[in-house]
Nanobody, 121 residues
Framework: QVQLVESGGGLVQAGGSLRLSCAASGSIFSINAMGWYRQAPGKQRELVAVITSGRSTNYADSVKGRFTISRDNAKRTAYLQMNSLKPEDTAVYYC???????????????WGQGTQVTVSS
């Protein structure tokens, strides 16, 4: 089994910062891309940021210059540093990863359970 566990969400005032973590565990052979998505009430889930195994990154236009995605391959963990937070960043943030399990010849896409981020004005 493979699990993705997010942490670091919470309540913060506009202009503040939060750092999200996503730790992968289980019978993992390799982890390809890791990403963060978010879903606000009444809206579709959207991509926030993604990082490849080679550490190439891509960001949604709405977070460029404010959010930074990174990863620690040894710890099988991805991070999302969120600065200059705005009320419109309020959402449940989900970790996503493309993971190949030990003994399996292809990758599956996994999701974490989500962590709430609330930004007050």
């Amino acid at each position: 089994q493979v699990q993705l566990v997010e942490s670091g969400g919470g309540l913060v005032q506009a202009g503040g910062s939060l750092r999200l973590s996503c730790a992968a565990s289980g019978s993992i052979f390799s982890i390809n891309a890791m990403g963060w998505y978010r879903q606000a009430p009444g809206k579709q889930r959207e991509l926030v940021a993604v990082i490849t195994s080679g550490r190439s990154t891509n960001y949604a236009d709405s977070v460029k210059g404010r959010f930074t995605i990174s990863r620690d391959n040894a710890k099988r963990t991805a991070y999302l540093q969120m600065n200059s937070l705005k009320p419109e960043d309020t959402a449940v943030y989900y970790c996503n990863a493309d993971i190949r399990r030990i003994g399996v010849g292809f990758s599956y896409n996994y999701w974490g359970q989500g962590t709430q981020v609330t930004v007050s004005s």
